[in-house]
């Protein structure tokens, strides 16, 4: 916005300096697009709506959004490049009445962002400064001394913005990874319910649906109570038979006493629940789990945290604890944690389900592991995104412009996974990656490598992503979605999180419920 503002300052100066002095500036007016531009005067563009002629002969109104605001802000960007002229400096008279006339414009001004936020007065001193300014032409004739003082203004723009680029993205980033004070305050209530508790009242009904492989289980890795809620009610809310359901929810030590006591006090229908503790998985050490062992270790804790990355904008999205959570690699461990199931779906805690997807069961894969929906409709999307192809590992073994898919909704064939070994598969490439040539962080990328050829590509109104940082995903794709996806830093929970998308998450929590009114969480 400033750089356009400065530009029309320049164009404005630019007009209104004799041809001889224009050429002085090494401006050729002659030829130029300054030739087109149709004079107009302040009444007009603050009055006026410019009309435009169809081809048709018809005259349709064209109204220019907001014109007399941004007017405005044009006449002030203007009096301010003469207030710094050295002409104009050395008549204090006219550089008084100028300054006055400024502060009176920014007064009327104000917050105004729209035309209807302006005053009655606006068009009188908008008036009265275009007059000074007038003035100030006819003392001003050198358009290279203008021409100089605009471009330092754009010049000191740009780098502001620049500046200011990388302080919202520092700032977006931080604010990812704060927990607001009522999540903060959730678990902490919960857990003093619980223990309170009798131990036959800490158990979860239908254990023996647990195991049935006929049924519909899904799998939920995360430490975030309400986005698990959501996650929970909005599957069983669109299923046709809730009773079918089984949800197996794996958390972590702190958040599972709370888990459990937000689901006993909040049951989801006749579905079927089972939370565990990831700390209980003895099975999952540092002998068995090459990314556990590394996860710990000081090396990597020093590459995602180090004080001196902090200005790093390529590494600011992955200074978060979720990276250093086993919670995030669970997924490569499915049969493991669950050897009596055949096929399964699991769900990112930031997704909301709005239909019945019971369907996912009776896809058939054709043989392969992992059902998702691919996202290379972006170049970025593509392996060459995630993966080192300056390794001659990777070069050897992948195409860079094969096309991505996403985690967050996938289905998993468990038996073909067995008879795969993709657990091993995942281990080879995590125990090459343990200097982090080949990819750097994250699930995503040793997922593309673990399920290479192995991935079948779904519908993509299974699963529409973007919510968390896409303000322009089509309502169309919204309406035909069975799962919306909010990846990125924006989420529902958050304030951040983009207002036009929150009530699809936000109807599936009960805000009446005792522990979100003590912990004032609001929609």
Not at 342 to 365: A, E, F, H, Q, R
């Amino acid at each position: 916005m400033a750089r356009r503002l400065i530009l029309l300052a320049l164009v404005a100066a630019a007009v209104a300096v004799p041809p001889a002095s224009a050429a002085v500036a090494g401006i050729d007016l002659k030829g130029s697009s300054l030739d087109i531009i149709p004079k107009q005067t302040s009444d007009q563009l603050l009055v006026e709506n410019p009309q435009k002629e169809n081809t048709d002969g018809k005259s349709k109104a064209m109204t220019l959004p907001d014109s007399r605001v941004r007017n405005i802000k044009d006449q002030l960007i203007k009096a301010k490049v003469y207030l710094g002229l050295g002409a104009i400096r050395a008549n204090p008279l006219y550089l008084r009445d100028l300054r006055q006339r400024i502060r009176e414009v920014q007064k009327v001004l104000g917050d105004a962002s729209k035309d209807s936020d302006l005053p009655k007065n606006a068009n009188e001193k908008v008036k009265a400064l275009e007059q000074t300014l007038i003035k100030g032409k006819q003392t001003q004739d050198d358009c290279s001394v203008a021409v100089k003082k605009l471009r330092a203004m754009l010049h000191s723009a740009e780098e502001q913005l620049h500046a200011q680029k990388k302080q919202t993205v520092f700032l977006t980033q931080l604010a990812a990874k704060t927990l607001p004070k009522g999540l903060h305050c959730l678990p902490l209530r919960l857990a003093n319910e619980y223990f309170s508790l009798d131990p036959g009242q800490q158990q979860f009904p239908n254990h023996e649906k647990l195991a049935d492989p006929k049924l519909y289980h899904y799998a939920l890795f995360s430490d975030n109570i309400l986005a698990t809620a959501v996650v929970v009610n909005s599957t069983v809310l669109n299923a046709k038979n809730p009773s079918h359901h089984v949800f197996h929810i794996v958390t972590d030590r702190l958040n599972y006493a709370p888990m459990r006591m937000w689901f006993l006090s909040n049951p989801p229908g006749k579905a079927t629940i089972e939370i565990q503790n990831i700390d209980e998985f003895t099975w999952l050490n540092d002998s068995y789990s090459p990314v556990m062992k590394q996860l710990g270790s000081q090396s990597m804790i020093d590459y995602y945290f180090r004080a001196q990355r902090a200005n790093s904008d390529s590494n600011l999205k992955y200074r978060n604890p979720k990276y250093l959570s086993m919670l995030n690699h669970l997924r490569f461990y499915l049969p493991e944690i669950y050897p009596k199931l055949d096929k399964m779906v699991i769900l990112d805690d930031d997704v909301v389900v709005k239909k019945d997807i019971t369907g996912l069961w009776s896809i058939d894969m054709k043989g392969k592991v992992n059902g998702a929906v691919e996202t290379c409709g972006e170049s970025f999307h593509r392996f060459d995104r995630y993966l080192n192809f300056s390794n001659p590992v990777i070069v050897k073994n992948f195409d860079p412009h094969a096309c991505g898919w996403a985690f967050g909704m996938n289905v998993f064939d468990l038996v073909e996974w067995r008879r795969q070994n993709i657990t091993e598969t995942y281990h080879s490439w995590q125990k090459l990656n343990e200097e982090r040539l080949l990819w750097n962080l994250g699930t995503l990328p040793p997922g593309l490598i673990t399920f290479w050829n192995k991935t079948f590509p779904l519908n993509r109104s299974w699963h529409v992503l973007g919510l968390g940082y896409n303000p322009h995903v089509s309502s169309r794709d919204l309406e035909n979605a069975a799962v919306i996806h909010y990846n990125g830093n924006m989420k529902p929970w958050l304030e951040i999180g983009l207002p036009k998308f929150r009530s699809y998450w936000s109807k599936y929590l009960d805000y009446d419920q005792p522990f979100l009114r003590e912990c004032n969480i609001n929609p």
